[in-house]
């Protein structure tokens, strides 16, 4: 909006430009309400013009700022017992709304008034045994929320109208509570039955729970490792554990001698390689070149050249 109104202790209502400065205000009605009630509400209209005030002293004035001296109709007996009682335009600003206040002990109804533009009485709703306080008209889902003095908040809403909001829970019906019905006829005690026709009593929690613990099933007990070779594609205990991997790794470690030379110990095995071969020479018998090895005394030569 381009004001920005407010009323004083005094019954004036005063407007400054939302543009500033706000020293002095551009519009001043001084005689606007009763003095020393509280104005309890200014709403503004969306062409600028138009302004509503719910005063202290049981009006409803229509005001045209344009021609602000005198407001342009007043509604009188609309009891305020309350400095922040509400009054709004409708969405669409064809309606205003405010709300009635009641004195306590006295059999009355709070109301909310519907009246047109000009200030005009079309529906007056009874909505609580208390005074009508707050009031607000909701753009979008229409329906009007109302706070009451008694601490109360109603919802209005439309069939028509509204959309979502009360009406969400509204249509929803009451869950039925589910009472279950249970016999208890008397019990006999056998305690020298058979096994097969004696029935077992009422055991403690305890002793339920160290049942469980027995069946694997209930008590959801882990698989026990299994000894020797693995079955069923599990792996034996004998090569699944930390321990029996060191132990293997230990006995090939304690077969190889560290003091023996690589390649004797790789040498030694081609005689036997030469004689029977099993993997790769079949292969290449008759393409492959005859190894020649370097004799263990060539290394030492070459020094000695090297350092004389």
Known sequence: GKLIGGAMQNGSIQLWNSTGPFVRSSITNHTAHTPGQDTSCLCFAHDNTTLISRGGDDTLKLWDIRKFRS???????LRNLFSVTDCVFSPDEKLIVTGTSIIKGQNETGNLQFYDKELNEVYKLPVSNSSVIRCLWHP??????VGCG???????????NSQRGAKMFVAKHKRMKVESITSA???????????????????????????????????HQPELPIAGKGAGGRIGAGGSSIGAYMRKIAAIEGSIDKDEDPREAILKYAKVASESPFWINPAYKSTQPKPVFQDGDSDEEDNETKDT
């Open 71 to 77: 407001p342009v109709k007043v509604v009188n007996d």
């Open 150 to 160: 008694d601490g109360s908040v109603k919802i209005l809403f439309s069939d028509k």
């Open 185 to 219: 006829g008397p019990r006999i005690v056998t305690p020298h039955a058979l096994p097969l026709f004696k029935e077992e009593g009422s055991k403690s929690l305890k002793r339920k729970r160290e049942k469980e613990r027995k069946d694997p099933v209930s008590s």
């Open 140 to 145: 979008k889902i229409h329906q009007i929320f």
